[in-house]
């Protein structure tokens, strides 16, 4: 995707608060209790309605459902969201709609409407081909089910494909990482998210290891693990075009690619975010008070107008880490900063140290310094 055709794509996220089981790994924000479901549905359609002219009716490009858990919804609630998205938005015929699904929710009769609602694009969450991991991380699916959710999918056209994995997870290793790369790739499907296991404190893993029942990953074996990961798939014909994300053919996540390029998007939902490029905005994360909240047309979220140094900030955090680096005139007309010249001498260390490289009005990642992002993200922060 080049920088000119993101410039004019405005995507919509909707959050889907709700999950069968909680991984033990993730603070995301959702809940297992699936009693408010129906009246969460009807409160995310209620701000549909509501923030209609969020986008003064520009084209929206990318949809994305995303969670939790979206495909825990029965055919009727996703129905009523995505007849709500195109009643109320200029949605372009073309565009970008991905659904996150477990496995296990993954069937032909599914599938079918999903495509019948125009969903396009597919984002599964693997995490590990390996049963035993899978039973540690608290996942609700196998492995079988995971090989059977992709094949049932390609059989029925999606050709769009994503599937998320884990990497320097507990209770895995090099082999069973291997063996997690080889069955993904053999699946070929287009996409895929590689992402460190991080040990979060308000989680399941977060309290074992505050009980010293969990270690802490080694910097070493987070380090093997990505380089395993990162070598096999460039090998293989695949392109990093983001430090977690690696596509074939181009076939990038344009949802996720504009969010990079610093595009507005709307988000829907409890915990869900908003940007337009002035201001961010973020709806509170209870479920409970975003539905009484939403429903009586009450105000369920913060804004906060960015200053400067905050359009600055954010041009830094979600550029670096990708293939187009940081576009330092353009992050100059945002914000009236100038990079090279703020932080002109972590620039030429870290130039030095062989973690950042530049061209004349760009600034990128090395290899080196991609295992060092978010340090050096920090770093060139104001």
């Given amino acids: 995707m080049s920088r000119i055709s993101a410039e004019n794509m405005f995507g919509i996220y909707i959050h889907i608060p709700f999950c069968r089981k909680a991984c033990h790994y993730c603070d995301f924000h959702f809940s297992t209790n699936l009693s408010n479901k129906t009246e969460m549905v009807l409160a995310i359609v209620h701000e549909l309605h509501q923030r209609k002219d969020f986008f003064y009716n520009k084209s929206v490009e990318t949809i994305y459902l995303g969670g939790g858990t979206p495909s825990i919804l029965s055919d009727s609630e996703l129905s009523l969201i995505m007849e709500t998205i195109h009643l109320e938005y200029n949605v372009n015929p073309e565009a970008e709609v991905t659904i996150e699904c477990n496995p296990e929710d993954i069937t032909l009769e599914k599938l079918s409407h999903f495509k019948n609602l125009?969903?396009?694009?597919?984002?599964?969450?693997?995490?590990?081909?390996?049963?035993?991991?899978?039973?540690f991380l608290n996942r609700s699916h196998s492995s079988e089910q995971?090989?059977?959710?992709?094949?049932?999918?390609q059989d029925l056209g999606f050709d769009n494909i994503t599937?998320?994995?884990m990497y320097a997870l507990p209770g895995s290793n090099l082999d069973i990482l291997q063996s997690d790369l080889d069955k993904t790739t053999s699946l070929e499907v287009p996409h895929i998210s590689a992402y460190c296991f991080t040990l979060e404190e308000k989680t399941v893993f977060g309290k074992m290891a505050k009980q010293n029942k969990l270690q802490k990953n080694e910097d070493s074996m987070?380090?093997?693990?990505?380089?395993?990961?990162?070598?096999?798939?460039?090998?293989?014909?695949?392109?990093?075009?983001?430090i977690s994300n690696f596509a074939q053919n181009e076939k990038y996540s344009r949802h996720n690619t504009a969010y990079w390029f610093g595009r507005s998007y709307l988000g829907i939902g409890p915990g869900a975010h908003s940007f337009n490029g002035r201001s961010r905005q973020w709806n509170i994360s209870n479920n409970a008070l975003y539905i009484q909240k939403t429903m009586q047309n009450d105000m369920a979220f913060e804004i906060e107008i960015l200053t400067k140094n905050?359009?600055?900030?954010?041009?830094?955090?979600?550029?670096?880490?990708?293939?187009?680096?940081?576009?330092?005139?353009?992050?100059?007309?945002?914000?009236?900063?100038?990079?090279?010249?703020?932080?002109?001498k972590e620039i030429v260390n870290k130039k030095n140290s062989g973690l950042l490289y530049q061209t004349e009005s760009n600034l990128f990642l090395t290899e080196k310094g991609k295992l060092l992002a978010d340090a050096i993200i920090v770093d060139l922060m104001i």
């Fill in 163 to 165: 599937v998320d994995l």
């Fill in 310 to 344: 905050d359009i600055f900030n954010e041009g830094i955090l979600t550029s670096l880490r990708t293939k187009w680096g940081i576009d330092v005139k353009k992050l100059f007309q945002q914000s009236n900063i100038d990079l090279f010249k703020e932080k002109h």
């Fill in 222 to 242: 987070e380090q093997f693990h990505y380089e395993k990961l990162h070598k096999h798939l460039i090998n293989i014909g695949y392109e990093q075009y983001e």
């Fill in 118 to 135: 125009g969903i396009n694009r597919l984002s599964i969450g693997i995490q590990t081909f390996n049963n035993d991991v899978l039973q």
């Fill in 146 to 153: 995971a090989d059977l959710a992709v094949k049932l999918s």
